[in-house]
């Protein structure tokens, strides 16, 4: 009887142990570091770059550095910092621009238009006439075969 016991113990610990490595996996991909988007503009060159990293200020930096050595201008700023989402930059014939982020956690590609939306709504009212987004940016993790990438949108 004693020996059953141990038996059945034993057999329930060596099955809790098998399932620990897989309930790891599970518990590393819901805890997921957030990711953290920037776009960066020079408004005399109109030139536009984008930036991701673990923080606001690592995407911000990287943005303005991009964007410095792109435009060699020195008015280059960051209207726009996101986090897990989609961003966008909206720019009008008449120099006016606005931004805007987005997601749909139902439907993460919607982040996108949801982004682009605000940001062509932000830029009129900023005064900004035949508003267009120039830029968008997208800063969330995917998981794809070979595990979590940060996929950039296209630019």
């Not at 984008?50 to 700023?77: H, M, V």
């Not at 961003?87 to 993460?108: E, Q, R």
């Not at 508003?131 to 993790?141: G, K, S």
Request: charged share 15%; with cysteine; hydrophobic share 35%.
């Amino acid at each position: 009887m004693l020996a059953n016991t141990i038996k059945k113990s034993l057999l329930a610990v060596a099955t809790a142990l098998s399932i620990l490595p897989g309930l790891a996996q599970v518990a590393q991909a819901q805890s997921k570091p957030d990711l953290f988007g920037a776009i960066a503009y020079s408004p005399s060159t109109r030139v536009t770059t984008g930036a991701t990293g673990l923080s606001r200020q690592e995407a911000e930096r990287s943005a303005i550095y991009n964007c410095q050595q792109q435009s060699q201008a020195k008015d280059c700023s960051v209207p726009l910092w996101f986090k897990n989402s989609w961003g966008a930059l909206a720019v009008g014939s008449n120099g006016a621009y606005g931004t805007g982020w987005g997601y749909d956690t139902n439907h993460p590609g919607q982040g996108r238009s949801i982004a682009a939306r605000y940001a062509i709504q932000t830029c009129h009212n900023f005064g900004g006439v035949n508003c267009r987004v120039i830029f968008t940016r997208e800063a969330r993790y995917q998981v794809i075969d070979n595990g979590p990438v940060l996929i950039p949108a296209n630019q």
